[in-house]
């Protein structure tokens, strides 16, 4: 069988190279767009619910929404494996961690399907709702938002019905948390002082402020139950009505009047103060130059980082004229300038190996022809295995590049084991002046070698089997790295048997006989295995050297981490923790302060930060917590 593929690469080796030109041309251009991200993904199949209760204490949310909605409607879920709840004032935070190998869209169908019962619990805030899918690392982009000529509560406004919809509608992006978000509210302040000089009682001043609006979210007031416009017909037309609310500003909401005073006339502003204001903050950003907002933008599992940050930026960039006097602050974080800086970095490493082999090959074989077959087999094979892990849709990451990174050192070696049996055979066939086809010389030299390099790929493919069986998230770092190696070995294997017997034909069939010049090497290298043969005790010795020394090599590996690569990563993160009770203001001005030391320490670019949580946000922290974010400079 072996044989038989040799002999057919040879006879159309041709159309082999130009397929292998193709294949070439196609993996350099397709690779290059292939999704981009830091780690893969490491997290088990997971769910979220939150719901939102303003106002409830951290017990009341625990008491009247967490328990009832763990307990009661989701404990019974299918595949669930364990689940976990947060109270925190006003949000509950329910995490549905599911066995693994389950399918998260069947396992977000069940819990949707059971918070169909959701409506039995007290009315005391937000229905409960799933949060999207979100990647292990799921911060793709935060943006600093700030304005000179514009108020927090006009910003936010902005933020929120202008850039946030933006965003989500890019593709890729999950959620848009806004940090700070202050809505406009047309508030009605109580002073009991002036109700009781009045007459007037609190509930007096709430169904009258409800009836003000034409639907109001209050369900004991008569705007609760608002009816419709209706029409009105005419001879030859049908009109619709529509109800347009005549109260916009404060002082048209001061001039209501308050019901049931009897003969009395009292307005709203009379007994209460009727402002502009925003709603209590369950969270802020701290960017140090001023009040501003940070949107978080998280991306769905599996998206490309490169692509949607470049989308983003785009989408920014065509808002941009109308943001006058808006500032947009995009290097607070941003994991795409790392991972650009690492596959630049990764390209500029990979041309300088593909020359070092080139180097090493013909200093060692003395032959041109030998050195180009060897790198182009060799880099033929990474390609071809990079180009199948793009066409099953693989996120290229560190543990994807360490995979190539392993099998690299095989790949070298069935190009270069290769063509030195060829080059041997055809310089053998020239000296003995063997007038045959030299097809058939390089396909008996392959097929010589290759059989027991078959039985060796082998070996090398079940080798790390094992390492299939760990889980969580080992499991989840070890497995694209196995896949990666092992379509890097088989691609090697395919390319030594179909390109590389075509490319030997072309180059070295046209090789001089010639005396080896490698003779003194092969003399040095024979020299030493008869003298390790004959002294059994220098074999026992040398094995115990190289013992103790990769032992002492792996004791000072422990200290310093995992023998990984490491990213250029120039952010760091900081979490931030007050004590117990802190207010929100003092937060904000603890973290400030903390932000503008961090800027006068050498070396830092930009700092930023963010207390509390922010609405349908992943944190699920009360205001007396926060994360402070440093870039640092390159």
Same mark, same amino acid.
């Given at each position: 069988m072996l044989r038989r593929i040799l002999d057919t690469s040879l006879q159309f080796r041709v159309l082999v190279l130009a397929v292998a030109a193709v294949v070439t041309a196609a993996g350099l251009v397709f690779v290059q767009r292939a999704p981009v991200d830091a780690l893969p993904e490491f997290g088990p199949p997971r769910v979220r619910v939150q719901a939102e209760a303003l106002g409830l204490s951290a017990a009341e949310v625990e008491q009247l929404i967490t328990v009832p909605l763990e307990q009661d409607l989701l404990n019974g879920v299918p595949w669930l494996d364990t689940i976990r709840s947060e109270s925190v004032p006003g949000r509950s935070s329910i995490d549905l961690v599911f066995?693994?190998?389950?399918?998260?869209?069947?396992?977000?169908?069940?819990?949707?399907?059971h918070l169909t019962q959701a409506h039995a619990l007290p009315a005391v805030g937000t229905p409960p709702v799933m949060m999207q899918p979100l990647s292990s690392t799921s911060r793709v982009m935060m943006l600093g938002l700030t304005a000179k000529d514009l108020s927090p509560i006009d910003l936010s406004i902005l933020a929120r019905w202008k850039l946030k919809p933006l965003l989500m509608g890019i593709r890729g992006v999950a959620n848009v948390s806004i940090w700070g978000e202050r809505d406009r509210q047309l508030q009605v302040q109580i002073h009991p002082d002036r109700l009781?000089?009045?007459?007037?009682?609190?509930?007096?001043?709430?169904?009258?402020?409800?009836?003000?609006?034409?639907?109001?979210?209050?369900?004991?007031?008569?705007?609760?139950?608002?009816?419709?416009?209706?029409?009105?017909?005419?001879a030859t037309q049908r009109f619709a009505i529509q109800h347009v609310l005549p109260i916009t500003t404060a002082k048209g909401l001061a001039a209501v009047s308050v019901e049931d005073t009897g003969d009395r006339r009292l307005r709203l502003g009379q007994v209460a103060?009727?402002?502009?204001?925003?709603?209590?903050?369950?969270?802020?950003?701290? /960017?140090?130059? #001023?009040?501003?907002?940070?949107?978080?933008?998280?991306k769905f599992p599996e998206a490309n980082t490169l692509e949607v940050t470049r989308k983003v930026e785009a989408a920014l960039a065509a808002l941009r004229p109308g943001?006058?006097?808006?500032?947009?602050?995009?290097?607070?974080?941003?994991?795409?300038?790392?991972?650009?800086?690492?596959?630049?970095?990764?390209?500029?490493?990979?041309?300088?190996?593909?020359?070092?082999?080139?180097?090493?090959?013909?200093?060692?074989?003395?032959?041109w022809r030998v050195a180009v077959v060897g790198a182009a087999t060799t880099a033929l094979s990474l390609l071809v295995a990079a180009?199948?892990?793009?066409?099953?849709?693989?996120?290229?990451?560190?543990?994807?590049?360490?995979?190539? !990174?392993? +099998?690299?050192?095989?790949?070298?070696d069935d190009a270069v084991v290769g063509v030195d049996a060829v080059r041997r055979r055809v310089r053998e066939a020239h000296a003995a002046g063997e007038? =045959?086809? %030299?097809?058939?010389?390089?396909?008996? !030299?392959?097929?010589?070698?290759?059989?027991?390099?078959?039985?060796?790929?082998?070996?090398?493919?079940?080798?790390? &089997?094992?390492?299939?069986?760990?889980? #969580?998230? !080992?499991?989840?770092?070890?497995?694209?790295?196995?896949?990666?190696?092992? &379509?890097?070995?088989?691609?090697?294997?395919?390319?030594?048997?179909?390109?590389?017997?075509? /490319? !030997?034909?072309?180059?070295?069939?046209?090789?001089?006989?010639?005396?080896?010049?490698?003779?003194?090497?092969?003399?040095?290298?024979? =020299?030493?295995?008869? +003298?390790?043969?004959?002294?059994?005790?220098?074999?026992?010795?040398?094995?115990?050297?190289?013992?103790? /020394?990769?032992?002492?090599?792996?004791? +000072?590996? /422990?200290? *310093?981490?995992?023998?990984?690569?490491?990213?250029?990563?120039?952010?760091?993160?900081?979490?931030?923790?007050?004590?117990?009770?802190?207010?929100?203001?003092?937060?904000?001005?603890?973290?400030?302060?903390?932000? *503008?030391?961090? *800027?006068?320490?050498?070396? %830092?670019?930009?700092v930023g930060a963010h207390v509390g949580r922010a609405v349908m946000s992943d944190a699920a922290v009360g205001v007396a917590s926060g994360e402070v974010w440093v870039r640092l400079a390159d």
């Open positions: 066995e693994p190998g389950t399918d998260v869209l069947h396992a977000r169908q069940m819990v949707q399907e009781r000089a009045h007459g007037v009682s609190l509930d007096q001043v709430i169904n009258t402020t409800g009836n003000a609006l034409w639907v109001s979210p209050l369900t004991f007031v008569e705007a609760s139950t608002p009816g419709t416009g209706g029409f009105i017909d005419t103060n009727v402002v502009e204001d925003h709603q209590p903050l369950i969270g802020d950003a701290v /960017l140090g130059d #001023g009040t501003g907002l940070m949107m978080v933008v998280d943001l006058a006097g808006v500032r947009i602050d995009a290097g607070v974080y941003r994991p795409a300038s790392f991972l650009s800086a690492a596959l630049a970095d990764l390209g500029r490493a990979g041309l300088l190996a593909l020359v070092l082999v080139l180097v090493l090959l013909g200093a060692v074989t003395r032959s180009y199948l892990l793009y066409l099953r849709g693989t996120t290229f990451n560190l543990m994807v590049l360490a995979g190539l !990174a392993v +099998a690299l050192g095989l790949l070298i007038a =045959g086809p %030299v097809a058939g010389t390089v396909a008996a !030299a392959l097929a010589e070698v290759r059989r027991p390099l078959l039985y060796g790929t082998v070996v090398a493919l079940l080798a790390p &089997l094992p390492a299939l069986a760990l889980t #969580g998230v !080992a499991g989840s770092f070890v497995r694209p790295l196995l896949v990666s190696y092992a &379509l890097a070995v088989a691609a090697s294997t395919a390319v030594a048997v179909t390109v590389a017997p075509a /490319l !030997a034909v072309v180059l070295l069939g046209r090789e001089r006989a010639s005396a080896p010049r490698t003779g003194r090497l092969d003399g040095a290298v024979a =020299g030493i295995v008869a +003298a390790f043969a004959r002294r059994t005790r220098w074999v026992y010795a040398t094995v115990a050297v190289l013992v103790l /020394l990769t032992g002492a090599g792996a004791v +000072a590996q /422990l200290g *310093r981490g995992a023998p990984l690569p490491s990213l250029a990563d120039p952010h760091v993160l900081v979490h931030w923790q007050a004590t117990p009770g802190t207010s929100l203001p003092e937060t904000a001005r603890i973290t400030g302060r903390a932000i *503008r030391e961090l *800027r006068a320490v050498p070396g %830092v670019a930009a």
